[in-house]
């Protein structure tokens, strides 16, 4: 059974950090993509980040770019978004997932809150 266990939300400072997690298990991940996602309220989800597990290629939203960065951990099954100059905007609920390309992912996690206050 496929697990994605997010954590590491909070409530933060404008211009503060965070780093979430996503313990991954049930399956080989290695030639998976894992993906950050994120859903405000009364907004769609949109695409976070994303990195391919075998070769660490990255891929960013424009809003994130240059302050959020997606790594994994092989040894831990475990990929992590580290998160800085947190804004307001970025407040939403954060889910991880996987797949087998970026455009297509087929199991989520549940979502880890992150409230940035102002």
């Known amino acids: 059974q496929v697990q994605l266990i997010a954590s590491g939300g909070g409530l933060v400072q404008a211009g503060g950090s965070l780093r979430l997690s996503c313990a991954a298990s049930?399956?080989?991940?290695?030639?998976?993509?894992m993906g950050w996602f994120r859903q405000a309220p009364g907004k769609e989800r949109e695409f976070v980040a994303a990195i391919t597990w075998s070769g660490g290629g990255t891929y960013y939203a424009d809003s994130v770019k240059d302050r959020f960065t997606i790594s994994t951990d092989n040894a831990k099954n475990t990929v992590y978004l580290q998160m800085n100059n947190l804004k307001p905007e970025d407040t939403a609920v954060y889910y991880c997932a996987a797949g087998l390309s970026t455009y297509k992912y087929r199991y989520w996690g549940q979502g880890t809150q992150v409230t940035v206050s102002s």
């Open positions: 049930g399956r080989t991940f290695s030639s998976y993509v």
